[in-house]
């Protein structure tokens, strides 16, 4: 009996092990050295440092964690990240800053990478946004599969049905690709929520994006939402308060006011499979900054990371 009992604790540990997932929209938008975002430079060190650098950085409260980036649109951000990440051990997803300039999305984790690929979606507004699936070991030959998603997003004045394509795709992307006995963690900037509101609007927006788009994909692929106590979208935020001059342009012309008409609202989200058992969650990367970002900072010189800030869910294993 002696002779099994080393591999069985070991399997039993690794099947047990927790997992803490992050997901953390950074707004490194660029377009023709335009920021959509104000900052992007500025913010850039601030945030690698908040990621990876700090010792009270999320992860490094974490023994295994996968870290899911979306919006790296600029070079310059994915290169700082890279170098912070391989100098730490990490693996970062994709391989080069060409593959995200297009897309935004990357994964850093401190797990084994058993396959990584990047799945467009068939059509997109903006740029090019889709998924970004990593396959992760977690000890003993056990598999975790995280999907790294970004989807458009539904303005006041009208539903986007490229947006409710986009949830389906997700949905087409797992049944054809989950294994079995394999857990499962979607996240990522979904572009909607279930408090996700207007001052004024001309359609039910919550209810046709969150319950009539997300809602019935989730549901079908048998996954759970993780809820959180505050928002992803903070109007107190002063880079959604002051928003950056081509932001007000396209928000005058859109809904005819200068400022975001969105209310406080969660529209960053992980979901997980019914073989993992959620242990906490709480939001990250939400403390202020002293940010050299003229107009775009409080009163007294304090700014913020993002536009959004983050979700952290710690997971373990059903067994």
């Given amino acids: 009996m002696k002779v099994f009992f080393f591999p069985l604790a070991l399997l039993s540990w690794s099947v047990q092990a927790d997992v803490a997932v992050v997901t953390y929209n950074m707004a490194q938008l660029e377009r023709f050295w335009i920021d959509f975002v104000p900052c992007t430079a500025e913010r ?35 290169d700082r990240l890279k170098a912070e990440a391989e100098q730490r051990g990490f693996k970062i ?24 690929r990047f799945v467009p979606f068939t059509k997109d507004n903006f740029a ?14 056990h ?15 009208v539903l986007n049905q490229i947006h409710i394509s986009q949830f389906q795709e997700v949905g087409k992307f797992i049944s054809a690709h989950r294994q079995k006995s394999v857990p499962l963690i979607l996240a990522g900037d979904f572009n909607a929520g279930p408090d996700m509101k207007y001052k004024e609007e001309f359609y039910p927006m919550a209810q046709t994006i969150w319950h009539r788009g997300l809602v019935p994909v989730i549901e079908e692929q048998q996954l759970k939402w993780v809820d959180y106590a505050g928002f992803t979208w903070d109007n107190a935020n002063p880079l959604i308060l002051y928003p950056a001059p081509i932001i007000k342009l396209m928000n005058l012309w859109e809904q ?5 008409e969105l209310s406080n609202s969660k529209m960053d989200h992980v979901f997980v499979s019914d073989d993992l ?14 940010l050299q970002c003229p107009g775009h900072v409080t009163a007294n010189g ?16 059903n067994d």
């Fill in 93 to 116: 997803l994709p391989a080069t800053s060409a593959e995200t300039k297009e897309n935004g999305l990357v994964t850093i984790t401190n797990l084994p990478v058993w396959e990584t």
């Fill in 256 to 260: 005819g006011s200068p400022q975001w």
């Fill in 44 to 78: 850039i060190g601030p945030q690698v440092d908040a990621l990876l650098t700090n010792e009270d950085a999320p992860i490094h409260q974490e023994k295994n964690f996968v870290l899911l980036l979306q919006e790296v649109f600029k070079p310059e951000a994915y």
């Fill in 143 to 157: 598999k975790i599969a995280v999907l790294n998603v970004h989807t458009v997003f539904s303005n006041t004045s």
């Fill in 302 to 317: 304090k700014g913020a990371l993002s536009d959004h800030y983050g979700v952290m869910v710690k997971v373990k294993f």
């Fill in 128 to 141: 090019q946004k889709g998924m970004l699936y990593n396959l992760l070991g977690t000890g003993s030959g």
């Fill in 277 to 290: 058992v959620v242990k906490n969650s709480q939001l990250v990367l939400n403390a202020p900054i002293d």
